[in-house]
């Protein structure tokens, strides 16, 4: 069930990211919509509508979540820097 469940294995966090690993986790975010849209060019809706595992999320689902999930991270932010700048200035000191 784990391997249905985890298909890449489990998440492990690094915790004090080395500055080359934030570069490539950065450019992996950056990377991400590509490689989705490459992904998923040419499938029918038959295949995204096929869960990829028994009560599992479509692959429909999982673009919209990933999309969905993007989007509220930028509007979360997004009002703290408008209405207190001082907010701003700390986010573009944080290390993550």
């Known amino acids: 069930m784990d391997a249905m469940r ?6 492990t966090a690094i915790e004090e990211p080395t500055e080359v690993q934030r570069k490539q986790f950065i450019y ?7 490689k ?4 998923i060019e ?5 295949q995204l509508k096929t869960p990829y595992r028994h009560a599992g999320w479509s692959l429909q689902q ?10 509220n991270a930028y509007q979360s ?7 207190k700048p001082s907010i ?8 993550n």
């Open 6 to 11: 985890y298909p890449i294995g489990e998440f």
């Open 28 to 34: 992996s975010i950056a990377e991400m919509p590509i």
């Open 36 to 39: 989705l849209r490459q992904a």
């Open 42 to 46: 040419g499938l029918k809706i038959e």
């Open 62 to 71: 999982i673009v919209h979540h990933l999309a969905d999930d993007e989007m």
């Open 77 to 83: 932010k997004h009002p703290y820097c408008f209405w």
């Open 88 to 95: 701003a200035d700390l986010w573009l000191c944080l290390s």
